[in-house]
């Protein structure tokens, strides 16, 4: 599974997955050859992802695990000589960048973003835009399209399903704070940094036990595993994205043209195409 630490952005995630990735195309060719009638609109709607939002199996909330307290310990991870504390780690204006090389400079909003309201986006999304997997990667995205969800964010027209999912209402209520120039900067700043592939893909029965901790699967110590059942564990955002534009949590312009595609999916029908799209190079 993923590197434990939530602040090392060098290291890929791993996705684990049930599915046998030939078996997908069908899949998708299945999906796509769909008709949509009301009536299997009905049939095909989707029981909730849980796991896609960071949630138990059963839906429940993750038990609460207590912040680990700074007591002023020097950090640090391989591939990067930076050093930080956790209070440096966590600080939301000014979070640590342990790959200053990986970008050029970043916009202020993007390093610090603005106080009192909108948190720096290299806290959740890493300075170089690869994002954290509870939040989202937002390297590469076209600029018209990042502007796009910022106003939508904005306006109302993307909200997430889950109300629990406390990340997502934020981002809403940062691009409330945000004007259009930090907008814009952001959005061209993350365009330039191209988008690399950085997640394996595990075709797995089993996946090694892990904890939920705001949204992370972090895997636990030891070598105990569990069933992996119908759920993709790690890649769990673009499962979340496919829920929310299916259910119309995201009404912007370009969620429309993803609704017809992904109207009649189950979630079944979700996890193959994960599956499959995580498998691709970009
Ligand atoms: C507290 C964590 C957090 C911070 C800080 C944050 N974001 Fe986000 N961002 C998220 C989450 C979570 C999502 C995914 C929301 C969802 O599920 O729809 C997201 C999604 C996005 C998206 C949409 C990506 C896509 O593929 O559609 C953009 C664009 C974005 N953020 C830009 C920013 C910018 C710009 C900043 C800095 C001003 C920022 N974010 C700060 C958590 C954060």
């Given at each position: 599974m993923r590197a434990p ?9 791993t996705?684990f ?185 595990v075709?797995s029965?089993t996946v090694p036990k892990f904890r ?5 699967f972090l895997k636990l110590e030891g070598n105990e595993r569990e069933p992996l059942?119908?759920?993709?564990i790690e ?48």
């Open positions: 630490s939530p602040w090392s952005a060098k290291l890929s995630n996705v997955m049930r599915i046998f990735i030939p078996a997908l195309v069908v899949a998708l060719c299945l999906v796509s050859a769909r008709g949509a009638s009301p009536q299997q609109r009905e049939q095909a709607a989707p029981s909730p992802l849980p796991w896609a939002y960071g949630f138990m199996p059963d839906g429940s909330t993750p038990p609460l695990i207590p912040t680990v307290k700074d007591d002023g310990t020097i950090r640090h991870i391989p591939s990067s000589d930076s050093t930080f504390t956790l209070t440096q780690v966590r600080n939301g204006f000014d979070p640590a960048d342990w790959h200053p090389g990986d970008h050029g400079p970043m916009p202020d909003i993007v390093a610090h973003g603005k106080k009192p309201n909108v948190m720096a986006c290299a806290l959740c999304h890493y300075s170089n835009g690869k994002g954290r997997p509870e939040n989202a990667g937002i390297s590469d995205l076209p600029v018209v399209y990042f502007i796009q969800q910022m106003n939508d964010f904005k306006s109302g027209a993307r909200t997430s399903a889950e109300p629990r999912k406390t990340n997502a209402i934020r981002m809403e209520g940062f691009a409330k704070d945000m004007n259009d120039d930090e907008i814009k900067a952001a959005a061209e700043y993350f365009a330039t940094i191209p988008w690399t592939p950085w997640i394996k893909v075709e029965e939920i901790t705001a949204g992370l059942g119908n759920r993709v890649l769990a955002d673009m499962a979340r994205q496919i829920y929310d534009i299916q259910h119309g949590f995201r009404k912007g312009p370009s969620a429309q043209l993803m609704q017809k595609a992904v109207e009649n999916l189950t979630s079944d029908d979700i996890v193959a195409i994960i599956a499959y799209v995580a498998s691709l190079n970009p």
